[in-house]
């Protein structure tokens, strides 16, 4: 089994090979009927397929979506998923004295992508009953934190059995911090000083729509294939 030690001195080549190492920590959660795993597009989408593959666990996404600063929409402010769950980076807020009026701007706007990604990714598909489930909760790296944290504070309004947070990469602080919030904890690197998550891909281009509906109808052959099996 790979550990964080051996990664320490390496990058992932891409998020392809950052989820099959992922999956191999999470054997235990395999072949078990009581197992979702749940991908953040887009970029968590190739990961969290990986990890659902070698679990053999049914794949789906939580959409979230950031909500940038005005001028500086890479700083984050908060994010915002599905159900009208909002979470806001007061510390940001205040810093930049950014007004109630502006952060109900923005959110307005990526409400509208959000709505879109669902239509795209989900279609009539709706949204996964996760009471009584154990879920794993997939991205291709954590940064700050807001977004994994808007993730978590969703799904645990809806009762998951175990709630498990795995990604190939993030900051240490911001591991621990977020230890603090679910059952369990995943993260295979853990660099300092961190930059950025796309510091450790090889090849970290942009993940498009077309790709997160591609594998996401690939899992659900896949998935149909082994049960009909």
Not at 51 to 78: F, N, S, W, Y
Not at 120 to 126: E, F, I, N, P, T
Not at 163 to 187: G, M, R, Y
Request: aromatic share 6%; charged share 30%; glycine share 8%.
């Amino acid at each position: 089994m790979e550990t964080e030690r051996e990664f320490t001195s390496r990058r992932f080549r891409n998020r392809t090979e950052a989820g099959k190492l992922l999956a191999k920590r999470l054997t235990a959660y395999a072949d078990r009927h009581d197992v979702l795993v749940l991908a953040l597009p887009r970029g968590g989408v190739p990961v969290g397929f990986e990890v659902a593959k070698a679990l053999h666990a049914p794949l789906d996404v939580l959409i979230v979506r950031k909500l940038g600063t005005p001028g500086q929409e890479e700083l984050a402010m908060g994010a915002i998923t599905t159900g009208g769950v909002r979470v806001l980076n007061n510390e940001v807020i205040q810093a930049l004295g950014i007004s109630e009026g502006e952060i109900d701007s923005v959110a307005a706007k990526e409400q509208k992508e959000l709505e879109r990604r669902e239509h795209l990714y989900k279609g009539s598909r709706g949204t996964p009953d996760v009471r009584g489930v154990t879920v794993i909760l997939v991205d291709d790296g954590i940064a700050t934190g807001t977004t994994m944290r808007v993730a978590i504070t969703a799904l645990k309004t809806q009762h998951p059995a175990r709630l498990i947070v795995a990604v190939p990469v993030a900051p240490f602080s911001t591991c621990e911090e977020l230890k603090k919030e679910v059952q369990e904890f995943v993260c295979l690197l853990t660099p300092e000083p961190f930059l950025a998550i796309g510091q450790w891909y090889e090849n970290f281009a942009q993940t498009s729509d077309e790709e997160v509906c591609d594998l996401m109808e690939r899992a659900a052959r896949e998935r149909f294939a082994g049960a009909a099996r």
